[in-house]
């Protein structure tokens, strides 16, 4: 739900790709090495494409989640394609929880994935949006005005330090 309406509020000058993890399996490295999965293959493109990523990720038992952390442990191999996928490139993490603390927790635990793959981390605003269910209607449309303003200026704080940063 926040990732749609992230993508709505994107500026009239910013293209948002919407990347899946849907397909993507749980890592084994027996099946990386036998050749390319076609959604992670198209997931690292995506991202090796991009002036920078942003990452909407909620936030389980108190951390990431560990099908979010596949997908970037599978677009992360071999590792000398880090480099090329992630070096140097802006990042942002921003995240929706049903609970009251937001994806505090889960955001600080991407920190140290981020300095590993050489990304540059947006530190200068903040998104978490805590109790979702009071902040989304049942159809999954965003009905909280102060949140609509929160994502405007993340997503406005965001576009800059990506245009500052691009590689």
Same mark, same amino acid.
């Given at each position: 739900m926040l990732l749609r309406a992230v993508v709505a509020a994107a500026p009239a000058d910013t293209t948002i790709t919407v990347g899946s993890i849907a397909e993507i399996p749980l890592y084994n490295a027996d099946? @990386?090495?036998?050749?390319?999965?076609?959604?992670? +293959?198209?997931? $690292?493109?995506?991202?090796?494409?991009? @002036? !920078? #990523? *942003?990452?909407?990720?909620?936030e389980y038992n108190h951390?990431?989640? !560990?099908? *979010?952390k596949n997908a970037i442990d599978w677009v992360? +191999?071999?590792?000398? @394609?880090?480099?090329?996928?992630? !070096? @140097?490139r802006p990042v942002g993490v921003i995240g929706a929880t049903s609970g009251a603390g937001g994806t505090t927790l889960a955001q600080v635990a991407w920190l140290p #994935?981020?300095? !590993?793959?050489?990304?540059?981390?947006?530190?200068?605003? $903040? *998104? *978490?949006?805590?109790?979702?269910a009071t902040v989304f209607d049942e159809h999954g449309a965003l009905q909280d005005a102060a949140?609509?303003?929160?994502i405007d200026q993340y997503l406005a704080g965001f576009v800059r330090f990506v245009a500052r940063n691009r590689r």
């Open positions: 099946v @990386d090495a036998a050749g390319p999965v076609a959604a992670v +293959r198209e997931l $690292k493109e995506q991202i090796a494409a991009s @002036d !920078g #990523v *942003l990452l909407v990720s909620p951390s990431v989640p !560990g099908v *979010l992360s +191999r071999p590792v000398t @394609d880090i480099p090329r996928v992630f !070096g @140097d #994935v981020f300095r !590993g793959l050489g990304m540059v981390p947006f530190s200068s605003a $903040k *998104l *978490l949006v805590a109790n979702a949140v609509r303003t929160q």
